[in-house]
């Protein structure tokens, strides 16, 4: 296990370098900033998406989804994210213990 920690960590190293490598145009580029500014947007996204429908290696479909599906109406009519945190919580569990 340490020799995979510690494989990890110099690749997350190796990465950094070869950022700061890179020469000053390029990073000033106006279509490499606006790659950066969405790549953590849609690396959340990714995240939040597999954590709602997968189980293991299973696609599910369960009471995370509706709870995601209520956050997301709720921040489209721009509720504020405590409420939006819980109405989503709120749904998962109230059917969660419906079923």
Known sequence: MWLAVLLG????YLCKL?????PT??????RTQRIAALLPVALLAALAT???LTTG????IDPRTAA???AIVAVVLRAPFL???ALAATTAALLRALS
């Open 68 to 70: 995601v599906g209520v």
């Open 9 to 12: 960590a110099a690749g997350c």
């Open 50 to 52: 597999t954590q709602t």
């Open 83 to 85: 409420l939006v945190v």
């Open 18 to 22: 070869a950022g700061l490598s890179l």
């Open 25 to 30: 145009r390029i990073l000033n580029d106006a």
């Open 57 to 60: 290696q299973q696609l599910v």
